[in-house]
């Protein structure tokens, strides 16, 4: 006789296990940096003000009300420096999932990657994500501090240190983590320019190459070296085991307590009706093996898309998600973690790489010969990697699909000019002027259109950063 029992009993345990022998988090110790990197953490000293929307790393700089006390606290904190620096030279950061695998005192501070909150296998904190935010605000305080003391050597060594520990962030197993740490290392990057932009006559040429042609490609983001997440497989798998019986068939007292709390979480508004609609839904839901099928079949969807170049024609088809059976496959649809966003940022954060490697190497430009070039093409091999002037939101014009033959690389370069006459260009918080000598570099965008590089939104004005722009007209804190 069979019994009317989940098909997939004790999942947490199984999808930790998983998870703590994923890509992300298995290795030797050694090779991990999570205990060096959060142990300095917890030494910090609590910084001048609570991290908010108007003090983070985005924030800080040496013209900020208050400066001179988040110097203070920077310099207070130097530790940091080595926690950045060795975890830098680590293979990974390999922190662990699961309250349990962490000592007393992370779990007590809040350092912790908990899956199954409440009993919720679908309920995740990670709330360590805090630790590493205030650690990254500490890095760009302590940037600014040294550059504006002259000692640019450690700056530099911090800086990419800085760079590679939030690329390593990136790797993390949830999309949650990525679509947090790939803006937060965008972000970085865009501070990395303001500093370039504000530091430039003190570094030499040397350190500009250093930094783009040997630092910059520790960043890869291409989908051999930043892997799709697999957490939300893992535990969506298990959640969908618990939907069923031994015999296969949904279970409708499961369906309606599990999926009404998904549903719930993602639309606060829709939790009236919602259990009776899953209660209704259990009685023409498919089967266990069909709806496993199903869900596996989406995610290998993904995968392919995510090992696509960029512009593929495939891309542009409906997704085995947009075309899963709104009836049969409700469970899994809501089960599953739509990751279209996660393509997008990644095309962005690859962008962003690369412009700031074509910043540095201005700059270097710039340092040596007292002038920008009249094309990128003169900064490569001595200052410039030509893989690093890509664009990712910029398609190539192609006659047919045999064309890709013809061409090394599968996106088109940044659009780039000099500067000889002063030019407007319209930022989010108002206009600013870009000088006579100086050049202009963008990004096309999502629209594929070059727009001149003159309104924010339509490109992304890489070189000169805006932030320093807008700082300088007054129009920016």
């Known amino acids: 006789m069979f019994l009317a029992t989940p098909a997939n009993a004790g999942g947490r345990a199984d999808v930790l296990e998983k998870l703590n022998n994923s890509p992300s988090t298995n290795g030797s110790e050694d090779a991990k940096s999570w205990r060096l990197f959060f142990d300095a953490c917890l030494m910090m000293t609590p910084p001048p003000q609570p991290l908010s929307d108007t003090f983070n790393l985005n924030t800080v700089w040496p013209g900020m009300e208050g400066w001179d006390e988040v110097s203070v606290w920077a ?95 990136c790797d993390r197993e949830f999309l949650k983590e990525q679509l947090t740490f790939m803006p937060m290392l965008g972000d970085a990057l865009s501070n990395t320019r303001d500093m370039f932009y504000a530091y430039r006559e003190s570094l030499t040429p040397m350190q500009f190459r250093s930094f783009s042609k040997d630092g910059i490609p520790y960043l890869r983001t ?10 939300d497989r893992e535990v969506g798998e298990a959640l969908v085991g618990e939907l069923f019986t031994a015999t296969g068939d949904a279970d409708a007292a499961q369906f309606k307590e599990i999926l009404t709390d998904i549903q719930s979480r993602q639309e606060p ?65 809501l089960i599953i973690r739509d990751i279209q966003d996660l393509f997008y940022e990644r095309d962005l954060l690859t962008t962003q790489i690369n412009g ?67 030019t407007k260009i319209t930022a989010k918080n108002g206009e600013i002027l870009i000088k006579n000598g100086q050049c202009l570099l963008y990004s096309v965008f999502i629209d594929d259109e070059d727009d001149r590089g003159l309104h924010t939104g339509e490109d992304i004005v890489l070189w000169p950063p805006l932030k320093s722009l807008e700082r300088a007209a007054g129009i920016l804190d």
């Open 75 to 169: 310099q207070e904190n130097e530790h940091m420096a080595g926690a950045f620096l060795e975890s830098a030279k680590r293979a990974l950061v390999g922190f662990p999932y699961g309250s349990e695998n962490v000592p007393n005192e992370y779990r007590e501070n809040g350092v912790v990657a908990e899956i199954g909150v409440d009993g919720h296998l679908h309920s995740f904190h990670f709330g360590y994500v805090d630790s590493v935010e205030l650690a990254c605000l500490w890095s760009t305080a302590e940037l600014y501090r040294l550059f504006e003391a002259g000692e640019t050597q450690r700056a530099m060594e911090l800086l990419m240190s800085d760079l590679i520990v939030l690329r390593k962030f």
């Open 222 to 231: 291409d989908p051999t070296r930043l892997l799709m997440p697999e957490g």
């Open 269 to 333: 508004l829709t939790r009236f009706g919602a259990s009776k609609y899953w209660e209704t839904i259990a009685n023409s839901h498919s089967g266990l093996n069909n709806s496993l099928d199903r869900f596996n079949k989406i995610y290998d969807d993904w995968w392919r898309r995510w090992k696509m170049r960029t512009f593929h024609p495939q891309l542009s088809v409906d997704s085995e998600l947009q075309k899963s059976n709104p009836v049969k496959y409700a469970a899994v649809n």
């Open 356 to 422: 700031t490697a074509v910043s540095a190497a201005l700059c270097g430009y710039k340092n040596h010969y007292g002038v920008y070039p009249r094309s990128l093409k003169m900064m490569y091999a001595q200052l410039l990697l030509r893989s690093s002037n890509l664009d990712l939101f910029r398609s190539l014009t192609l006659r047919t699909e045999s064309d890709w033959t013809l061409y090394e690389y599968h996106v088109g370069s940044f659009h780039y000019r000099q500067i000889n006459k002063e």
